[in-house]
């Protein structure tokens, strides 16, 4: 087998599973779109604010240490206690939907009835409010998380390849284990959108606010139900990006990512964002590889963006969107 | 032919038991508009029951003060005996007041036997850790429902649709669907706004014989707005008249088609 052929074989791993990544960020907005027809920009921030509140919550950290040291003149900022991951994991979770029940007691309870580019429009604000307040809350630095997940080459694959093709792949044990992990969550949330009383509530409330509460449907429960659910998305995608490449600002800059992954795959479907985040992981890694040092590289910046934008001319409802008719 | 508690025997046979229901001196304003003004009725166990009147008289307000859509600004509603405090629309439901929109309000991206378990919301009680792993109680919870909804689209002749999106369907099936998930929830009263509106003379016929069946088979209380003043007369036990939010009648169809106020009300008066 030629070289060429094998390096490639190894890039497309290598891009499936970065397209799990994406899919992961992905999916947090198809689910908030899906239930409540808000598109939420705030979906990367709350990613960056999950890593931000877990690193936290392990290392003890102070929140609003810098706040209070210069009102009060004092030097405090660990509380000298490190908890362990899966303790930290949970609280953190316990964070995000506090944080869900404030969003929608606060913002969204406030827009039922409204147009969707209002609602989109106090994401925004949310996100920056949330970058700040998350910021404010942990500090600015950079930090590094361990939660113990499996890190560096795979060395089975790379022996296993190397018997084979005399070439061993470098794929790293991180994104197997975020392959298995956006698995299983995916696989969750279609069972329980799908055959369960709440996650018929949530389709729903999506669908039809006065039909939902004539059939004794909360919004207030599902919404906060929701955003929850979202909060569990970007802890998780909080968690790989975080652990991959260090909680930092430029996480909240992957949820960029997740929008041509959206165009792609459709913006109401769940099996859409996954696809899509493989098509596009796959593509702009096998692009680089093929075409990158012709145009002078870093074609990853920009591949994703074309390719959704080819897709909007031919197929603006994304590969598994519902088809828009316009009834006239 | 009224007892105060006892209920009373149809011309058809049928028992009819005591108040289930009853509206007490009702007001609901918009504003400076009265929608309602100072109405009084009851609704009692067994029976089906009609709201009729012009347009503009009140009759979908009211329904919307049963149902919790609105709450009224004067007057009480008493349920089971009890009075009721203001109450959200989805609490009202899950009290087991089931009802139906003039206009249809169906999830129309969801299949219809979706649509249809929807209305078992109130009977499915399994916590959120259960239904999110999907083991003991919510998978039993799940199949145990889905035979009752199963039941219910027999007996509306639906099966045909059970896995087409709402959206897709025509109008009257829709409101026979509305109808399917509202029956879901086994309601103890069944509020139907205007169930045959912009139906034609076969689809009006289907969905009295359904509205008669369903009072039949479960014995459900049934409150009924309609326009059609001849299928009202020919399904209702007793009607309730509205005119300009007052109540200018009650009685059964044959009180009230020879009660001088809503012959007025409905064909007019000469002005001398």
């Known amino acids: 087998m030629p070289e060429q052929v094998i390096w490639g074989m190894e890039v497309v791993l290598n891009g499936l599973m970065a397209g799990v990544l994406y899919a992961l960020v992905a999916l947090g907005f198809v689910l908030i779109y899906k239930a409540s027809g808000i598109f939420n920009y705030a979906q990367g921030v709350m990613a960056l604010f999950a890593g931000l509140t877990l690193v936290g919550i392990m290392e003890g950290q102070v929140p609003f240490a810098h706040l209070i040291n210069a009102a009060l003149g004092t030097e405090i900022h660990h509380f000298g206690w490190h908890i362990p991951a899966l303790a930290a994991i949970l609280l953190t979770m316990v964070v995000m939907i506090g944080l869900a029940w404030i969003v929608n007691v606060v913002i969204f309870k406030h827009l039922v009835n409204q147009e969707p580019i209002i609602l989109f429009m106090a994401t925004i604000g949310l996100a920056y409010f949330l970058e700040g307040f998350g910021d404010i809350m942990w500090g600015a630095d950079i930090k590094k998380l361990d939660v113990g997940l499996p890190q560096g080459i795979n060395l089975w694959i790379d022996e296993t390849t190397y018997n084979i093709f005399d070439y061993g792949f470098f794929i790293d044990n991180l994104d197997i284990v975020a392959t298995v992990i956006a698995a299983a969550l995916v696989f969750t949330l279609i069972v329980f959108a799908q055959y369960t009383k709440q996650g018929r509530a949530m389709r729903a409330v999506a669908d039809d606010h006065q039909a939902a509460l004539s059939v004794g449907i909360s919004l207030n429960f599902i919404w906060v139900m929701v955003w929850s659910l979202a909060g569990f998305v970007a802890l998780v995608a909080g968690i790989m990006w975080g652990t991959k490449s260090g909680v930092q600002f430029s996480l909240s800059l992957i949820a960029l990512k997740a929008l041509p992954v959206l165009m792609l795959g459709g913006f109401t479907s769940i099996p859409g964002a996954i696809v899509g985040g493989l098509i596009i992981g796959v593509g702009e890694k096998l692009f680089e590889f093929s075409f990158g040092q012709m145009m002078g590289g870093a074609t990853e910046n920009w591949f994703a963006y074309v390719l959704a934008l080819i897709f909007l001319v031919f197929r603006p409802q994304g590969l598994f969107g519902e088809k828009i008719i316009e009834r006239v | ?272």
């Open chain 2, 1 to 272: 032919m009224l007892d105060a508690s006892e209920g009373y025997t149809t011309e058809d046979g049928r028992k009819i038991g005591a108040v289930v229901m009853e509206m007490k001196n009702i007001t609901l304003r918009f504003g400076g508009v009265v929608a309602i003004q100072d109405i009084s009725f009851d609704v009692r166990e067994g029976e089906i029951r009609a709201i009729i009147g012009p347009n503009g008289a009140g009759k979908s307000s009211m329904l919307n003060v049963i149902s919790g859509f609105y709450n009224p600004q004067e007057g009480e509603v008493w349920y089971k005996g009890a009075k009721r405090p203001p109450m959200k629309p989805y609490q009202v439901a899950q009290q087991g007041i089931a009802r139906t929109f003039q206009n249809i309000a169906l999830f129309e991206g969801m299949t219809v036997l979706d649509n249809v378990m929807t209305g078992r919301i109130r009977q499915m009680k399994a916590g959120l850790i259960s239904q999110a792993i999907w083991k003991g109680k919510a998978e039993r919870e799940e199949t145990e429902n889905r035979e009752f909804v199963e039941k219910i689209i027999d007996f509306l002749e639906i099966q045909h649709i059970r896995k087409t999106p709402v959206g897709r369907l025509p109008y009257g099936l829709k409101k026979r669907v509305e109808l399917a998930r509202a029956l879901a929830a086994e309601p103890s009263i069944l509020l139907l706004d205007e169930p045959m509106a912009g139906m034609n003379v076969e689809e009006k016929e289907d969905m009295s014989r359904f509205v008669l069946d369903v009072n039949d088979e479960f014995g459900t209380t049934i409150v009924l707005i309609e326009h059609d003043m001849g299928v009202v007369m020919d399904l209702s036990d007793r009607v309730v008249v509205m005119d300009y939010g007052k109540k200018i009648g009650d009685g059964s169809p044959d009180e009230v088609r020879n009660n001088q106020a809503v012959i007025d009300a409905y064909l007019g008066v000469a002005h001398d």
